[in-house]
């Protein structure tokens, strides 16, 4: 099987790492705009070949790992150049605006849009990790409009490197996403912005800062490029989010000024159950 992967950073280079893994009759292509990443994920072993989108007839799978911009931009040009018996999927953080984009594509059929929820803060070709996915979540959008050995060839891929699917129309997974994945990068954004306009000296910060502000902040250190379209095409649903958040820290902060301790402790009880929700979600650590 031929794979292509354009964009090889943390998801698009631990995908085909795995695949490669699972299956040694794999050959992966890689195409990036990058040429150093191109060096580095055939230095790496990644990528067995460079590849550009000429070479597109030849994908029996294409993976699409770039910024959601962008992929909207290219996601049309990369379906006219693959042949019809190849599967295209996307990774995309947002859903609505890609599928759309794409319902009246005369290959509209290769394509199937998905996110598989798993990643770290890094980036690049030397962030992608073996075992990145295993059981991880992948959301896949508007299945039906895959064809049907499109979507098993891709599935058995999925399932191979230790998946769960989960089936979502592109508008709930835009807002679900919104609240448990593009908020909490912004509030590690915005925590790390507060420490570092409020401690001029740094060092404070390095010698103070405990594992709590460690693992809170983490997210901060995602990528700008690959965050700000997610916001810009999310804009509605992460507005929404922030509200409620926002909402939620001043009724925290009136409670601290009227010192009412046991409302802080209720509040804090009651979001204790987070820890049942989340029991047996591993956390991927490079």
């Known amino acids: 099987m031929n794979v292509f992967v354009i964009g090889i950073g943390l998801i698009g280079g631990s995908l085909v790492k795995d695949i490669k893994s699972e299956n040694q009759e794999v050959t992966v292509y890689g195409i990036d705009s990058n040429t150093s990443h191109l060096e580095e994920a055939i230095s790496l072993g990644i ?10 007839h030849l994908a029996d799978m294409v993976i699409v790992s770039i910024p959601v911009d962008v992929m909207v931009e290219e996601l049309p040009t990369i379906l006219d150049a693959v042949n019809e018996d190849c599967v295209v999927f996307d990774v995309g953080s947002t859903k609505a605006l890609i599928c759309k ?3 009246n594509h005369p290959k509209r059929r290769n394509f199937l849009a998905c996110h598989p929820i798993s990643g770290t803060e890094f980036s690049g070709p030397s962030a992608a990790i073996n075992g990145l996915f295993q059981n991880k ?17 891709a599935l058995r891929v999925f399932q191979s490197i230790g998946m ?8 709930a997974h835009d807002k679900h996403i919104a609240y448990v994945s593009h908020l909490s990068h912004i509030s590690a954004f915005m925590l790390g912005k507060t ?9 404070d910060i390095f010698d103070m800062a405990g594992s709590g502000f460690e693992s809170t902040v983490r997210l901060a250190k995602s ?8 916001f810009k095409q999310n804009k ?10 926002i909402q939620n820290l001043t009724a925290f902060k009136e409670l601290l000024l009227q010192d009412d301790y046991e409302g802080i402790y209720n509040e804090m009880n009651n979001t204790n159950k987070i820890k049942g929700i989340l029991k047996g979600i591993p956390l991927n650590k490079k």
């Open 47 to 56: 990528i067995d070949r460079t590849a550009t989108y000429e070479d597109l």
């Open 101 to 103: 984009t794409l319902e």
């Open 137 to 153: 979540t992948n959301i896949i959008c508007e299945v039906e409009l895959t064809a049907f050995k499109l979507q098993e060839r």
């Open 164 to 171: 769960r699917i989960r089936y979502m129309n592109p508008e």
């Open 195 to 203: 420490v570092i306009e409020k401690e001029k000296n740094e060092r």
């Open 223 to 230: 990528s700008p490029a690959m965050w700000t379209p997610i």
């Open 236 to 245: 509605e649903n992460v507005v929404e989010t922030l509200e409620e958040y």
